[in-house]
């Protein structure tokens, strides 16, 4: 499964964004799909995690509230809507694809290659 990730930028604080990641194979539809986010010095840190069929999602504390996490299995690919951004959300934001989903990197197979999110003050 290979993941790309696209729609980071830059914006200003309470701004928003939406990310997309498109999957390349069909397989897509049977994995739970997460967003991660690694700020300069930090480690990767979960940001949202959606199940195969989209009914359970789950948010990291700093996000919750203001992220939403949503697929679309007949066009493969996950999408993660950022309102109220602030300049703290700035990071690399990856996606990965998992049968296990859920909070932990090591449930997740495979990896994006990130897209840079910058939030300005």
């Known amino acids: 499964v290979q993941l790309v990730e696209s729609g980071g930028g830059s914006v200003q604080a309470v701004g928003s964004l939406r990310l997309s990641c498109a999957a390349s194979?069909?397989?897509?539809?049977?994995?739970?799909m997460g967003w991660f986010r690694q700020a300069p010095g930090k480690e990767r840190a979960f940001v949202a995690a959606?199940?195969?069929?989209?009914?359970?999602?789950s948010y990291g504390d700093d996000v919750k509230g203001r992220f939403t996490i949503s697929r679309d299995n007949v066009k493969n690919t996950v999408y993660l809507q950022m309102n109220s951004l602030k300049p703290e959300d700035t990071a690399i934001y990856y996606c990965?694809?998992?049968?296990?989903?859920?909070?932990?990197?090591?449930?997740?197979?495979?990896w994006g290659q990130g897209t840079q999110v910058i939030v300005s003050s």
């Open positions: 990965a694809a998992g049968l296990g989903g859920g909070l932990s990197r090591s449930n997740y197979d495979y």
């Open positions: 194979e069909r397989t897509f539809s049977t994995n739970d």
């Open positions: 959606i199940s195969w069929s989209g009914r359970i999602t």
